[in-house]
């Protein structure tokens, strides 16, 4: 997921999945497996996921699994997911809709408060459970949608 500088992963999949005619299946292959970068590969178009921790033979049968177009998941992974589909993240609130709004904005928390005329607190606050809700640890990893 992370080719490089400049280089995305996740915006390289979706590139390769939307190529017209025969687009490849793409098996993402990564140390990462948080709930947030295993979402933005899946959504992306990503065919499987698969962690680099996994034994060679579950590599070959990952690989042959996406190549025939079957999605290929690492066991935690796949248990990530599962998880995620038996306990959903609850939807964001309007004012958590707010601050998302204005973070994407690149306003740091006392801009944010100023905007809504709320505390930084309460901005902090917000925050926290917007982060719990995406799945991610700061403001750097949400994924934006546009």
């Known amino acids: 997921l992370q080719l490089g500088e400049g280089i995305d992963g996740v915006a390289t999949t979706r590139r390769l999945t939307t190529l017209p005619d025969h687009p490849p299946y793409v098996l993402v292959l990564t140390t990462y497996d948080t709930d947030a970068d295993i979402t933005r590969a899946v959504e992306a178009g ?10 060679p033979e579950e590599l ?3 690989i042959r699994a996406a190549a025939s177009g079957r999605t290929a998941l690492s066991p935690p992974v796949a ?21 998302l709004r204005h973070l994407t904005q690149g306003l740091g928390n006392r801009e944010i408060a100023r905007a809504l005329f709320i505390s930084e607190a309460t901005v902090k606050t917000h925050l926290g459970r917007i ?13 934006i949608r546009r």
């Open 46 to 55: 990503a065919t499987g996921y698969l962690l680099k921790a996994e034994r």
């Open 79 to 99: 248990q990530r997911v599962m998880t995620h589909l038996r306990n959903p993240q609850p939807e964001l609130t309007p004012r958590e809709r707010d601050i």
């Open 131 to 143: 982060y719990q809700k995406l799945g991610v640890e700061t403001r750097a990893l949400i994924p």
């Open 60 to 62: 070959f049968t990952a």
